[in-house]
């Protein structure tokens, strides 16, 4: 069977005790029982960010769900982290050239026809799950920040989720438009990291 088709009934099957001990005397297991991170849906289900990741996710007890989201040509939030269809697709070529509108949402390989889900969809089904699980969104593309948050609100998990971003302006952009929401830096690039964050930091002391 592959591991990807069980799901664990406790944490500590996904990961077992092997006696290594940390500087404070925890245990891996014990590491791992206090907080499960779902990176992606990555080691739940086939393939990363989908809905079956999600269920399987919540469904072994993560605490915390990270996402990403990608912008089609049409503007659909859709789930997904890589800037290329081909990487899990059964299409091709740039996200942000899929007209979702006209050929549907893309679908996975070798996932028996399971599509990458909208946000929306994503969202919907993670408020509607039986969990006190958090959401962790990853906003890759920017300018659609209050189309992210219109879906987040309409669902009611503002309390219950983190914007994460790589750029500091989608980050301020959140901040203005809903201040409840919980923020984090994903990376920030090299070459623009000095005009971004020295903003950041201006909005951090002015606050």
Request: glycine share 10%.
């Amino acid at each position: 069977m592959h591991p990807y088709d069980r799901v664990p009934r406790e944490v500590s099957e996904l990961f077992p005790d092997t006696g290594l001990k940390g500087v404070h005397g925890a245990s891996i297991s014990d590491v791992m029982h206090a907080t499960l991170l779902s990176h992606r849906g990555r080691g739940f289900g086939v393939p990363e960010g989908s809905l079956t990741a999600l269920d399987r996710a919540l469904a072994a007890g993560a605490r915390y769900v990270e996402i990403d989201t990608r912008v089609s040509l049409d503007g659909e939030l859709l789930v997904y982290h890589d800037v290329w269809l081909d990487s899990l697709c059964v299409e091709t070529g740039l996200v942000s050239n899929h007209h979702v509108s006209n050929s549907g949402a893309p679908t996975f390989r070798g996932a028996q026809g399971e599509q990458v889900a909208t946000f929306q969809q994503f969202v919907e089904r993670f408020s509607a799950a039986d969990t006190d699980a958090e959401l962790m969104v990853d906003i890759k593309d920017g300018g659609f920040e209050v189309e992210h948050l219109e879906v987040l609100r309409y669902y009611g998990v503002i309390d219950r989720c983190w914007v994460v971003a790589w750029a500091p302006e989608i980050l301020l952009r959140i901040h203005e438009l809903e201040p409840r929401l919980r923020l984090s830096f994903s990376h920030i690039g090299l070459t623009d990291w000095r005009s971004s964050f020295g903003r950041y930091l201006a909005w951090l002391g002015d606050g």
